[in-house]
């Protein structure tokens, strides 16, 4: 015959039924566990850093500064200028559309004269267009873009400001005005130029629009019409800085680390170029270079070790 239960065991039975019907039964305070500096759960990360990931993570865009970021977000959100510089090569384009291109063709001073202003405003002076396709992206950021220019009323004395105007052109043709500079101060001597236009909001164009710099007068009443001219290249250069998002350099340079020889434009042959040093030279560069035994006795002059042979101009 069985014994009746203690009222402490009572008590126990009784508690057992309330946690299994409440489903608490079996729970275990975590900070009571024995072993929980031991690191033997290697699928984790750990708080200190101290084992690295093993292959590609995702996540989600950041919210608060100290959050993680996502390669598309450092590459949309990250901040770059570029700077196309104003020169006085004709545009394919025609009329009064020059060049200006993402590098500083290093030419001597040029310069582009408007004659016979009479009063007015927004008369058109030169105009300034990027490259087929350049720059290769697809929005322009909410942002500051400054025109940076030397100009001067070269004849006459009618009173005379600049301004500059940014438009999107597609390759039909098709110009949009994207936003409008202040103007400037009146022109007189030759003088430099920092002006500036707010875009508020980001603006979608396509990926193969040129970019499109325009520069207008506004001359006054009094006195003789006026001659206008600005300046480009020389030891003070003229340009429009760009700002953009990082993801712009892939659409001008070739990576080194992982050269993509598909994105080569502008009749660059793949197949012709060299590399010594991460350096690339085309096959014109090399047949320029007379290649000369490292061991042969022939004295050399600038001349640089390409692995078993050295070369020299």
Known sequence: MSKPLTPNQEQRVRQLIEDEIDGSYGTVDHGLLSG???????????????REFT????????????????KHYVDTSVGVEIDYFFNNTASGIGGIYYDMTDNDLGGIESS???AGLGTGDGQAL??????????GINTLRASVYVFHSH???????????????????????????ITTSEISDEITSKTDLDLHAVLTDNVD???????????FANV????????VTLYQEGSDDSHF?????????????????????????????AGSLHTHNAVYYTETEINNFAFIKADATVPMTDDYDIGNFNFQQ
């Open 36 to 50: 929980l500096t031991d690191d033997d759960h290697v699928h984790y990360i750990l708080a200190d850093g101290g």
């Open 55 to 70: 292959g590609t993570v995702g996540g989600i865009e950041p919210v608060v500064k100290t959050d993680f970021v996502t």
């Open 112 to 114: 582009l004269t408007t």
């Open 126 to 135: 030169v105009t300034f267009a990027t490259l087929v396709a350049e720059p």
């Open 151 to 177: 100009a001067e009323k070269t004849s006459g004395t009618k009173p005379v400001t600049l301004y500059a105007e940014i438009y999107s052109r597609t390759s039909g043709g098709v110009e949009t005005l």
């Open 205 to 215: 164009i396509l990926e193969s629009d040129r970019l499109v710099v325009k520069w």
């Open 220 to 227: 006054g009443s009094q006195g003789n019409a006026v001659d």
């Open 241 to 269: 800085t760009l700002p953009t998002t990082s993801d712009i350099l892939s659409s001008i340079f070739v990576r080194l680390d992982e050269p993509d020889w598909n994105t080569l434009i502008d009749g660059s042959d």
